[in-house]
């Protein structure tokens, strides 16, 4: 017996989609029906992938979006809504880092790795729950306004890691800010949930998995594996799914053990 989760009808915002987990999110989730809203910085990458996803019948849109400036995060919501309808999931995924020991943190690198991680994220979702909130409030009654706004964190942000201090330490806020908005947009129907994942083999650090430096880091995992950004698939149709109105301000951990 199947159990097929169907987002027909539902229109998903992801940010970060020009490559990495952020690009899987969208196919997964135009797999499952739903319009999918490219957001970013590199558009032609963008572009790539909404022709990728059209040419398997999906329905993908593209909108700059560079999450450090305030205009362009409302600017990108608005062009979203007016293009292809009101948002109903949020995959808040944009992210960034940098490697260094503490005592060589300069206050630019800290700003690089805030502005995009927590500011950045939390204003995304603020403008999309703005949206959300009010969309609830002048619903007739039995009206569909449920929202689901995913935000993605990492085992960073639950487990210390060396010399990637204000990466994990940005990540423990996008936890906690997970927390306080399914707090206060719970009522409203929507749910607000953190995905953390482990380890993940992407284009971005695949480089590093073969070094010796990663080699090593792989031996130490729990089951000496990365996982892959489909590893996440799962996860994030089920706290996007409407099913899963129950949940809410959850901090789930897919990190293949690594937190344990």
Known sequence: MSYPIDLSGRVALVTGASSGLGAQF???LSRAGAAVVLAGRRTDRL?????ELEAADGDAHVVELDVTDIDSI?????????EVGVLDILINNS???TTQKLVDVT???FDFVFDTNVRGAFFVAQEVGKRMVARA???APGTYTGGRIVNIASMAGLRVLSQIGPYAMSKAAVIHMTRAMAL???KFDINVNAICPGYIDTEINHHHWETDAGQKLI???PRKRLGTPQDLDAVLMMLCAKESRFINGAIIQADDGFGL
Do not use: I, Y
């Open 74 to 82: 409302k600017s990108a919501v608005a062009h979203a809504e007016t």
């Open 95 to 97: 992210g960034v880092s």
């Open 47 to 51: 572009k790539a992938l909404r022709a």
């Open 137 to 139: 409030r002048g619903a």
């Open 26 to 28: 969208a196919r997964v």
């Open 184 to 186: 206060e947009w719970g």
């Open 219 to 221: 031996n130490m995992l």
């Open 107 to 109: 206050p630019e690198d």
